[in-house]
């Protein structure tokens, strides 16, 4: 019933460096979320936590994060993503949109 | 997030809450305080399992509009509907505690500038009332809402802004209609109990809710501009609603104070005369209050385009 925590750790194979301090995107509507990018350095490393009321995704959850870390090569940034039932499409879409502001930012 | 200047054109209807905020203040004046990065999460919606939030669904935060240092909160419906908690009240109530210190220093440092610096609270709606999983604490905000628009009277204004989906209702609909002004776009509603609530209470034959056109004719802005439950009627985009609030700056405290629809006893006089002509007139429809104020189509008024219904519709005098 309670809302459940998760947390993981990847590492890109072409680490590239978060191009803002923090960044924040989103909005936690009924299946959609909202994301923070906070920069620090963790020796290359993105950590994930994720606050969401489903549960039995951890490994969709998963996949879904380490294939965003691949493909963006980003590194050195806590991700905090609060979630309202947003479907692994809607995760994937919304963690690109926020890099794109970031970058747009920067 | 698109830059101000898209802002200003972007429908304020579609636009999310911190959109609005950021759009209703002059260009690069915008900071938000209490943001999602302060991460004000509720303390109770955990326990129930329910999704929260980083700004706990409101965005708050001071700019400029001219002079006037105006401190916004911007609901977001699309979080619990706009609901208030805790922290989201706490953050509406801090919007006015700051609106008051800033008051009281231009008071002691620049008196004789007040009217040109004077500052503003703008709260944009997008509520349903109290968030019922913290229904306590929910309570609690609109009584300090209440409290905070009765401490403001005399030292600056407070704006209800209301256009977004979810439009102005529950508890905040009185929080609303107890501000100095309204300013709404033609997709706004304000009311008390939702078109669902009293059709689910009264039955269809009183009120159809998926009847959308009944509802907005019922809670919607033109009827509320009609009888001048709202100020302003505006175009829909984020810049037009930025701009009424600098056009009402403008015309100075005084006058700000006679856009009130509570508060003194000749307006309570006049608001018993609405309910004596609601048993007389008894109306079955909006459009018969707005044929009895001398609008010849009233079934015209709902089709037009707001510039249009701003130029021929006839208002309560």
């Known amino acids: ?106 | 997030m698109a830059d101000w200047k898209e802002l200003e054109a972007k429908s304020f209807y579609e636009a999310t809450a911190r959109e609005r905020a950021i759009g209703m203040v002059d260009e690069g004046t915008w900071t938000e305080l209490a943001g999602p990065k302060d991460r004000l999460t509720s303390p109770h919606l955990p326990v129930l399992g329910e999704a929260v939030e980083f700004d706990d669904g409101v965005v708050t935060g001071v700019g400029l509009v001219g002079k006037h240092p105006v401190f916004v909160a911007s609901q977001e419906g699309k979080f619990i509907g706009g609901a208030v908690g805790e922290v989201h009240g706490a953050k509406i109530v801090g919007a006015f505690l700051l609106a008051n210190q800033v008051y009281d220093k231009i008071m002691a440092e620049c008196p004789d500038e007040i009217e040109e610096r004077r500052p503003a609270v703008v709260i944009s709606f997008e509520t349903g009332g109290v968030r019922l999983h913290e229904s306590n604490a929910g309570l609690l905000a609109h009584a300090e809402f209440m409290d905070q628009i009765q401490g403001s009277k005399g030292k600056f204004p407070v704006f209800a802004v209301i256009g977004s989906k979810v439009g102005a209702f529950g508890g905040m609909g009185f929080v609303a209609a107890a501000t100095d002004v309204i300013i709404m776009n033609t997709y706004g509603r304000l009311g008390l109990t939702g078109p669902e609530v009293i059709e689910q209470e009264m039955g269809k034959a009183e009120f159809d809710s998926a009847d959308k056109a009944l509802v907005y004719r019922t809670t919607g802005a033109r009827h509320k501009y009609i009888m001048r439950d709202a100020n302003y009627l505006v175009e829909d985009t984020i810049g037009a609603f930025h701009d009424c609030i600098g056009e009402v700056m403008d015309l100075g405290y005084a006058a700000i104070e006679k856009m009130r629809r509570i508060g003194n006893e000749e307006l309570v006089d006049e608001q018993l005369a609405l309910a004596e002509l609601s048993v007389e007139l008894h109306p079955k429809d909006s459009r018969d209050v707005w044929a009895y104020y001398g609008n010849e189509n009233p079934e015209q008024l709902t089709e037009i385009t707001t510039a249009e219904f701003l130029a021929t519709a006839k208002r309560r005098p």
């Open chain 1, 1 to 106: 019933m309670a809302l459940q925590e998760l947390t993981y750790t990847f590492e890109a194979a072409n680490p590239q460096p978060f191009p803002v301090e923090w960044m924040h995107s989103g909005v936690v509507g009924s299946g959609d979320m909202e994301v923070m990018f906070t920069k620090e350095d963790l020796g290359g490393k993105v950590n994930f936590k994720i606050v969401t009321p489903v549960t039995g995704f951890d490994e969709v959850w998963s996949r879904v994060l380490q294939k965003f870390v691949n493909e963006s090569g980003i590194s050195d940034v806590n991700v905090e993503i609060n979630d309202n039932n947003a479907t692994p499409v809607v995760v994937s879409m919304r963690l690109r949109q926020a890099l794109q502001d970031a970058k747009k930012e920067a």
